[in-house]
C-alpha cells in the first residue's frame, strides 16, 4: 500500500525543525523512518506533515566519558553498535542492540528514534530503563531532561509532548563491581523478540552480589525493570536464587498470548531467561574484577 498524501520538510537547523513542528498540527518527526513509513504505509499512522531530521548534523554526535554514553537523535542503531568507547563504557548498548532486526535496518533506523517509538518489543527502550539513562528534548519554549523511569506511559506512547523533538540520550556508565548481560528469544534472528531479557549484577571484594536487576521486552506494555537483589541470599548465586528471581519478576510482568506465542510460553521464556542473563551477567562481574586486578 501508498501511505496518504503528506508534506515533507527537511529543515537545516533544529530551530527550524522546532518552529515546522509547533506550527503543525498532527506532524511527525522524521528520524531514520523504520517504524514510522511502514506505519504510513499500511495506513494505520496519516501525518499532515514530516519532519526530516536527518539534515541536522548537530544531532549526528557519540560522546562518551566515564560518566557515560551521550548519542544524538540522527545516531544510527549501527553506529552505536560498532563504537567501541560506548561498548567499553556501558556494554549493555552494544549486547542489546546487536539483537535489533537486521543490519540494513540497523544502518537506517536510530537508536534515538527506537526509545522515542516506545515499542515494548522494542529493546533500547528497556536498555535506557535499565542504565538509568534519560532523553533530552527540544521545544521552541526550550530543552527539559526526562528520566527513563517518567518516559514511557503506555504502548507506544511516552510523555513527550507533541511539540517536542527528542535530541539526545544519556546512558550511564557500566558502575565499578558490576558485569552485564542480554538474551532473547526471536522466532528468527533479527526478528523482535518473543522475550527478551537484560541483567546487571554488581559484586562486592568479596564476590557477593549486592545489586541486581533486571529488565524486560515483550512481556508487558511498557519496559519493566525488575530489582531482584534481594533473591541472593548472603549475595550467593546458586539454583535457588536463580529460580527465586525469575519467580519475582514474573510477579511483576503481564505476559500477553499474541500469534507468536501464548502467554504461558512467554512467561517460560522469561523464568528461564532471567536465570540465564542472571548467570551471566555474574561471570561477566566475576570477569571484570579478575581483568582489573591483573591490570
Ligand atoms: C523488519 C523490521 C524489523 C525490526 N526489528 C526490530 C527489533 O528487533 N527491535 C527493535 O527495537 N526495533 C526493530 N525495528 C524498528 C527499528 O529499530 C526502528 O529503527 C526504530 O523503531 C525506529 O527508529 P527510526 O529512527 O527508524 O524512527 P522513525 O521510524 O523515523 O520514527 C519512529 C517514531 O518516533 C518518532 N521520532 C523518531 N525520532 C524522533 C525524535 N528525535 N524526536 C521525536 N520523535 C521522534 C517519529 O515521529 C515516529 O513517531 C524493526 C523494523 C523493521 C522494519
Redesign the pocket.
Known amino acids: 500500500m501508498k501511505p496518504a498524501p503528506f508534506r515533507y520538510e527537511r529543515p537545516e537547523t533544529l530551530d527550524r525543525a522546532l518552529a515546522a513542528l509547533a506550527a503543525e498540527p498532527g506532524a511527525?518527526?522524521?528520524?531514520?523512518?523504520?517504524?514510522?513509513?511502514?506505519?504510513m504505509s499500511m495506513r494505520l499512522?496519516s501525518v499532515p506533515l514530516l519532519i526530516d531530521?536527518n539534515g541536522l548534523s548537530d544531532?549526528a554526535h557519540i560522546t562518551v566519558d566515564e560518566t557515560g554514553v551521550r548519542f544524538g537523535?540522527?545516531v544510527r542503531?549501527s553506529d552505536l553498535l560498532e563504537h567501541g568507547g560506548a561498548r567499553e563504557v556501558q556494554p549493555l548498548i552494544a549486547a542489546a542492540l546487536a539483537?535489533?532486526?537486521?543490519p540494513t535496518?540497523?544502518n537506517?533506523?536510530?537508536?534515538?528514534?527506537?526509545i522515542?517509538?516506545a515499542?515494548a518489543?522494542?529493546?533500547?527502550?528497556m536498555i535506557l530503563c535499565l542504565t538509568g539513562g534519560s532523553l533530552t528534548?527540544a521545544s521552541t519554549q526550550g530543552r527539559r531532561e526526562i528520566a527513563a523511569t517518567d518516559l514511557f506511559i503506555g504502548p507506544l506512547e511516552t510523555s513527550?509532548e507533541a511539540e517536542?523533538?527528542?535530541?539526545e540520550a544519556f546512558m550511564p556508565a557500566l558502575a565499578a563491581g558490576s558485569g552485564i548481560a542480554y538474551d532473547e528469544i526471536?522466532r528468527r534472528h533479527?526478528?523482535?523478540?518473543l522475550c527478551g531479557v537484560g541483567a546487571v549484577v554488581t559484586l562486592d571484594e568479596q564476590g557477593r552480589v549486592t545489586h541486581a536487576r533486571t529488565g524486560y521486552v515483550s512481556v508487558s506494555e511498557t519496559p519493566v525493570i525488575v530489582d531482584v537483589t534481594e533473591c541472593f541470599d548472603e549475595g550467593q548465586v546458586d539454583e535457588r536464587s536463580l529460580t527465586a528471581a525469575g519467580e519475582l519478576a514474573l510477579g511483576q510482568l503481564d505476559p500477553e498470548t499474541d500469534i507468536h506465542g501464548t502467554s504461558d510460553y512467554r512467561a517460560q521464556l522469561a523464568r528461564s531467561l532471567t536465570a540465564r542473563v542472571l548467570r551471566t551477567a555474574h561471570e561477566d562481574a566475576r570477569a571484570r574484577g579478575a581483568q582489573k586486578v591483573s591490570a
Open positions: 511527525k518527526v522524521l528520524a531514520g523512518g523504520q517504524s514510522l513509513i511502514p506505519l499512522s531530521i544531532l537523535a540522527i542503531h539483537h535489533v532486526a537486521h535496518i540497523r537506517r533506523g536510530t537508536t534515538v528514534g527506537s522515542v517509538h515499542d518489543s522494542g529493546e533500547m527502550p528534548v513527550l517536542e523533538i527528542a535530541v526471536a533479527g526478528d523482535y523478540a
